[in-house]
């Protein structure tokens, strides 16, 4: 159906993928819309118009300028739910471990953002690779300084992207560049929030590393400023390794657990979100899921860090499902694609006995992403009204996706050969609020 509040500016021609609900749960005939020969209307104001089969458009529409792209695939963008931006350089970065990984490279890298000519130039950068991979949203950590997430934000806002981050929080067990108190960190993150919170298509979030780098003043402030903004959406790191968990049971021996240690600050909720999420205990999972928290699968970091494997299964459990997202967490993570996350993010469930489909991967990195950090009224989709943040797919990239299409007999077959064998050269386009913010 059109939506008609807009003039129309833009006509886009290709193959449409439409999520509406999860595969998983739904049905594939109930939640995955297909066009083979497909089109989207994009208004002035950079939201849909309308979408569907091209043989069904409008007359209205008919004379606007097209951007066709053939066979190609056309989408909701990627949206990355847990991604950092001052690690933009750093991927690949060996270390023995996920504290040593910190204390070698992370921390010394994230030390050069307290200067704002080099937070600036590194958000154009930052930006510019998420759109070369097809990402459009995200959620992201900065470093500790207040001038890091001025820049991002706008940077973000000057794209017209949908942005959610923040100024990290910590105040021990880190090099001096890189640490605040309780005190300036609650000042800093909460004229951040008067400024950006809701500004346009930005969000605040509120950040503390985790809860190795946070005392318990700094997490009684951190819970405070959660509390006084209910708004705003909260993120941080949760059970991510061994020696992780360990030191956290070591700085907090009256908790019962590391989700206890949040649990405690008044961390948990509906807008919070917690990256990893890998060895949680039966209470911790009922405890998030009872909380309405939000657990971010990170797979291509955690299997390059060694973090250990996700089960998506222990966390789904119907009687106390606990919401999953999937995520590059760059810099641990390996790559900025989604494309190839869901590929790690699919072998990882192998592992654990579980099979993902191309649908459920592809509904989770678009839809799925944007239910879970409260943005599905605004993207996630190719619905009327929603804003023009598109990805544009090649299923014939490169040769070996050039001739592994020659035996797709189905969707399914497209999208799992492109989550496993793809990356940034399929991305053909992206489009932000409806301006094409990359072609390749």
């Given at each position: 159906?059109?939506?008609?509040?807009?003039?129309?500016?833009?006509?886009?021609?290709?193959?449409?993928?439409?999520?509406?609900?999860?595969?998983?749960?739904?049905?594939?005939?109930?939640s995955?819309?297909?066009?083979?020969?497909?089109?989207?209307?994009?208004?002035?104001?950079?939201?849909?118009?309308?979408?569907?089969a091209?043989?069904?458009?409008?007359d209205?529409?008919?004379?606007?300028?097209?951007d066709d792209?053939?066979?190609?695939?056309?989408?909701?963008?990627?949206?990355?739910?847990?991604i950092?931006?001052?690690?933009?350089r750093?991927?690949?970065?060996?270390?023995?471990d996920?504290?040593?990984?910190?204390?070698?490279?992370?921390?010394p890298e994230?030390?050069?953002?307290?200067?704002?000519?080099?937070?600036?130039?590194?958000?154009?950068?930052?930006?510019?690779?998420?759109?070369?991979?097809?990402?459009?949203?995200?959620?992201?950590f900065?470093?500790?300084?207040?001038?890091?997430?001025?820049?991002?934000?706008?940077?973000?806002?000057?794209?017209?992207?949908?942005?959610?981050?923040?100024?990290?929080?910590?105040?021990?067990?880190?090099?001096d560049a890189v640490?605040?108190?309780?005190?300036t960190a609650?000042?800093?993150?909460?004229?951040?929030?008067?400024?950006?919170?809701?500004?346009?298509?930005?969000?605040?979030?509120?950040?503390?590393?985790?809860?190795?780098?946070s005392?318990?003043?700094?997490?009684?402030?951190?819970?405070?400023?959660?509390?006084d903004?209910p708004d705003?959406?909260?993120?941080?790191?949760?059970?991510?390794?061994?020696?992780?968990?360990?030191?956290?049971?070591?700085?907090?021996?009256?908790?019962?657990?590391?989700?206890?240690?949040?649990?405690?600050?008044?961390?948990?909720?509906?807008?919070?979100?917690?990256?990893?999420?890998?060895?949680?205990?039966?209470?911790?999972?009922?405890?998030l899921?009872?909380?309405?928290?939000?657990?971010?699968?990170?797979?291509?970091?955690?299997?390059?860090?060694?973090?250990?494997?996700?089960?998506?299964?222990?966390?789904s459990?119907?009687?106390?499902p606990?919401?999953?997202?999937?995520?590059?967490?760059?810099?641990?993570?390996?790559?900025?694609?989604?494309?190839?996350?869901?590929?790690?993010?699919?072998?990882?469930?192998?592992?654990?006995?579980?099979?993902?489909?191309a649908?459920?991967?592809?509904?989770?990195?678009?839809?799925?992403?944007a239910?879970?950090i409260?943005?599905?009224?605004?993207?996630?989709?190719?619905?009327?009204?929603?804003?023009?943040?598109?990805?544009?797919?090649?299923?014939?990239?490169?040769?070996?996706?050039?001739?592994?299409?020659?035996?797709?007999?189905?969707?399914?077959?497209?999208?799992?050969?492109?989550?496993?064998?793809?990356?940034?050269?399929?991305?053909?386009?992206?489009?932000?609020?409806?301006?094409?913010?990359?072609?390749?």
């Amino acid at each position: 159906m059109a939506n008609t509040d807009q003039p129309a500016v833009k006509l886009l021609r290709g193959a449409t993928v439409n999520f509406t609900d999860n595969p998983r749960i739904k049905g594939d005939e109930n939640s995955v819309q297909y066009e083979a020969k497909g089109a989207i209307v994009i208004s002035e104001s950079g939201r849909i118009l309308w979408q569907g089969a091209f043989a069904d458009l409008p007359d209205a529409f008919k004379g606007l300028p097209c951007d066709d792209y053939d066979d190609k695939i056309i989408m909701a963008g990627f949206i990355d739910p847990h991604i950092h931006f001052p690690q933009y350089r750093i991927l690949a970065a060996p270390g023995k471990d996920l504290l040593d990984w910190l204390n070698r490279f992370t921390f010394p890298e994230e030390g050069r953002y307290s200067s704002e000519e080099y937070a600036a130039k590194a958000a154009e950068i930052f930006l510019d690779r998420l759109f070369a991979n097809g990402t459009t949203s995200a959620l992201a950590f900065c470093s500790v300084h207040k001038t890091c997430a001025d820049t991002l934000f706008a940077a973000a806002q000057k794209r017209g992207m949908s942005m959610i981050t923040g100024k990290t929080m910590m105040d021990r067990l880190a090099p001096d560049a890189v640490l605040d108190t309780p005190e300036t960190a609650a000042r800093d993150s909460q004229e951040l929030i008067n400024k950006w919170d809701n500004k346009g298509r930005l969000k605040y979030a509120i950040t503390p590393r985790f809860a190795v780098t946070s005392t318990d003043a700094q997490l009684q402030v951190t819970g405070d400023l959660y509390k006084d903004n209910p708004d705003c959406l909260m993120q941080t790191h949760l059970s991510e390794s061994p020696g992780e968990i360990a030191t956290v049971q070591k700085q907090f021996p009256w908790s019962k657990d590391y989700t206890d240690v949040y649990d405690h600050f008044n961390l948990l909720g509906e807008n919070s979100f917690f990256a990893h999420g890998i060895h949680l205990s039966e209470r911790e999972c009922q405890r998030l899921a009872e909380s309405g928290s939000t657990v971010v699968h990170c797979p291509t970091s955690n299997n390059f860090l060694g973090s250990g494997l996700f089960d998506i299964d222990h966390l789904s459990k119907p009687e106390r499902p606990v919401g999953v997202g999937v995520a590059t967490d760059v810099g641990g993570g390996t790559s900025y694609s989604m494309l190839q996350t869901l590929g790690e993010a699919y072998k990882v469930a192998m592992l654990k006995g579980r099979k993902i489909t191309a649908h459920d991967a592809f509904y989770l990195a678009t839809l799925g992403n944007a239910k879970q950090i409260k943005q599905d009224n605004e993207t996630g989709n190719l619905e009327a009204g929603k804003y023009a943040d598109i990805v544009v797919l090649d299923p014939k990239a490169t040769p070996v996706l050039e001739s592994r299409q020659e035996v797709s007999e189905n969707l399914e077959d497209i999208l799992f050969s492109l989550m496993i064998l793809g990356d940034d050269r399929a991305i053909s386009a992206t489009y932000v609020a409806g301006e094409r913010v990359y072609k390749r």
